[in-house]
């Protein structure tokens, strides 16, 4: 069983920049794939970015490439999302996310969830 517990969101104004930090403990946080989610009211739940066990691939929505770059310490158990050029249809609550199976951008394909974290950009 992994607990994940995100942190690092805030109010920020548009242009600026966040970053979000996603702790893991209770499982072996090297042997999981990681996601970072997000959740606008009345949308559902949407991909964000994902990054292998090892680090070494990732993958963006479009809507988000080039300004958001997820990372990982397996040494410290967290997974990182910096969040530059931030837009006022960036917010959202932020989710991250583990499984044990492949690297996928589909909400149903991660078993282990955070509580999530609140980004609100103003404009």
């Known amino acids: 069983q992994v607990q994940l517990v995100e942190s690092g969101g805030g109010l920020v104004q548009a242009g600026g920049s966040l970053r979000l930090s996603c702790a893991a403990s209770g499982g072996t946080f090297a042997g999981y794939n990681m996601g970072w989610f997000r959740q606008a009211p009345g949308t559902e739940r949407e991909f964000v970015a994902r990054i292998s066990r090892g680090g070494t691939i990732t993958n963006y929505a479009d809507s988000v490439k080039g300004r958001f770059t997820i990372s990982r310490d397996n040494v410290k158990h967290t997974v990182y999302l910096q969040m530059n050029s931030l837009k006022p249809e960036d917010t959202a609550v932020y989710y991250c996310?583990?499984?044990?199976?492949?690297?996928?951008?589909?909400?149903?394909?991660?078993?282990?969830w955070g509580q999530g974290t609140q980004v609100t950009v103003s404009s």
């Open positions: 996310a583990a499984t044990a199976g492949v690297g996928s951008r589909e909400v149903r394909d991660y078993m282990y």
